[in-house]
């Protein structure tokens, strides 16, 4: 039986990542001190843990003064209230949060994990991408790291990253036109499914476009991706902008990139939308997807749906500061640097 984390042995074999994992979190501290950054603390607990198909919350009975129960959810990003705290003037704002995410364990997931999220408001999306160049130098600098090593690929984090849109990361890595299967309206899932076909590529009958976009991406691109140096892969379809705004020279793409280093992603950073009609939209369209996939949906946050007529035009990201340690710690697995796991 393998030894508890709390052992002394196996503590002491922890806790170099531990407290390599304190120094990164004070480095990044000071960075955001530095640029203007107010550090603020969201509640957890919250009326929609978020409105993602794929995302599962956990969720919990309120009791009110009057006995009657009312559902909530740990949050599964610190976001909505974040931009609520945009609509009320801050104009830069970051925290370290505690999320949770259900049907979510292996090497890289925890159910409970800490996500540093930032905002900068009036500033392009492209300022989100130094932002992140700036804190993984800083995160090999307080762990003592001059390379980023996981599963046998290792990053220069002191690179300047690569910057590569999604399209042409499909074609590279795995010989597909994805915009030739979307538009800003609709997407096809015929001409997707034909194309997977054409490269060997096995996808299920049923499978979506956005499923079938999914598989590709783990299993033919992301492996390819920061290796060497950070990759930013950049400029997602429309149909896969979440809380992003389109791109003002591509009606079919969004102002969203991912960051990756050594095959992991890292962040997930937007221009953010403040169009309360199209994010409504979204969101239903994705419950409605939710609903049909796992038989349950969740409550819309009206209140920050109220807030984006009064959020000015903002960028910002949310990055895995436990995958971040991992990385520059050389930790096999998220558990390792976390300094009391989930049971």
Same mark, same amino acid.
């Given at each position: 039986?393998?030894?508890?984390?709390?052992?002394?042995?196996?503590?002491?074999?922890?806790?170099?990542?531990?407290?390599?994992?304190?120094?990164?979190?004070? $480095?990044?501290?000071?960075?955001?001190?530095?640029?203007g950054?107010?550090?603020?603390?969201?509640?957890?607990?919250?009326?929609?843990?978020?409105?993602?198909?794929?995302l599962?919350?956990?969720?919990?009975?309120?009791?009110?003064?009057?006995?009657?129960?009312?559902?909530?959810?740990?949050?599964?990003?610190?976001?909505?209230?974040?931009?609520? /705290?945009?609509?009320?003037?801050?104009?830069?704002? !970051?925290?370290?949060?505690?999320?949770?995410?259900?049907?979510?364990?292996?090497?890289r997931?925890?159910?409970?994990?800490?996500?540093?999220?930032?905002?900068?408001?009036?500033?392009?999306?492209?300022?989100?991408?130094?932002?992140?160049?700036?804190?993984?130098?800083?995160?090999?600098?307080?762990? %003592?790291?001059?390379?980023?090593?996981?599963?046998?690929?290792? &990053?220069?984090?002191?690179?300047?990253?690569?910057?590569?849109?999604?399209?042409?990361?499909?074609?590279?890595?795995?010989?597909?036109?994805?915009?030739?299967? &979307?538009?800003e309206?609709?997407?096809?899932?015929?001409?997707?499914? !034909?194309?997977?076909?054409?490269?060997?590529?096995?996808? !299920?009958?049923?499978?979506?476009w956005?499923?079938?976009?999914?598989?590709?991406?783990?299993?033919?691109?992301?492996?390819?991706?920061?290796? %060497?140096? $950070?990759?930013?892969?950049?400029?997602?379809?429309?149909?896969?902008?979440?809380?992003?705004?389109?791109?003002?020279?591509?009606?079919?793409?969004?102002?969203?990139?991912?960051?990756?280093? &050594?095959?992991?992603?890292?962040?997930? %950073?937007?221009?953010?939308?403040?169009?309360?009609?199209?994010?409504?939209?979204?969101?239903?369209?994705?419950?409605?997807l939710?609903?049909?996939?796992?038989?349950?949906?969740?409550? /819309?946050?009206?209140?920050? /749906?109220?807030?984006?007529?009064?959020?000015?035009?903002?960028?910002?990201?949310? /990055? %895995?500061?436990?995958?971040?340690?991992?990385?520059?710690?050389?930790?096999?697995?998220?558990?390792?640097?976390?300094?009391?796991?989930?049971?």
């Amino acid at each position: 039986m393998p030894r508890p984390f709390w052992h002394p042995d196996r503590h002491a074999d922890r806790r170099p990542a531990l407290l390599a994992r304190n120094r990164i979190q004070t $480095a990044i501290r000071g960075w955001l001190a530095d640029e203007g950054f107010l550090e603020v603390d969201p509640s957890a607990l919250q009326t929609s843990p978020g409105n993602e198909a794929h995302l599962h919350a956990f969720s919990t009975q309120a009791m009110g003064n009057d006995g009657q129960p009312r559902t909530m959810y740990l949050h599964t990003s610190p976001e909505f209230a974040m931009k609520k /705290l945009l609509a009320a003037g801050e104009p830069r704002i !970051a925290t370290f949060a505690h999320v949770w995410r259900n049907r979510e364990r292996g090497a890289r997931h925890s159910p409970e994990f800490t996500m540093l999220e930032w905002y900068r408001a009036g500033a392009d999306y492209t300022d989100l991408m130094a932002d992140c160049a700036a804190i993984l130098r800083l995160a090999a600098q307080a762990a %003592g790291a001059t390379l980023f090593v996981h599963n046998g690929v290792d &990053c220069d984090p002191f690179a300047v990253p690569e910057r590569l849109s999604v399209a042409d990361a499909f074609t590279r890595y795995a010989g597909i036109d994805l915009l030739a299967t &979307c538009d800003e309206v609709t997407t096809n899932a015929a001409a997707l499914r !034909a194309q997977c076909d054409s490269i060997g590529f096995s996808v !299920a009958a049923d499978d979506s476009w956005s499923d079938m976009v999914s598989k590709l991406l783990v299993a033919k691109v992301e492996p390819h991706l920061g290796h %060497g140096r $950070a990759t930013i892969l950049d400029r997602y379809p429309l149909a896969e902008a979440a809380l992003a705004r389109p791109t003002p020279d591509d009606p079919r793409l969004a102002e969203r990139f991912e960051l990756y280093a &050594c095959g992991v992603e890292l962040a997930n %950073g937007f221009g953010e939308l403040t169009d309360a009609i199209e994010q409504r939209r979204r969101f239903t369209a994705d419950m409605d997807l939710k609903e049909q996939l796992y038989g349950e949906r969740y409550p /819309l946050d009206e209140d920050f /749906l109220a807030a984006l007529a009064f959020m000015p035009a903002a960028s910002g990201i949310a /990055l %895995g500061f436990d995958r971040l340690v991992m990385l520059a710690t050389g930790a096999p697995k998220i558990d390792d640097v976390i300094w009391v796991p989930v049971g």
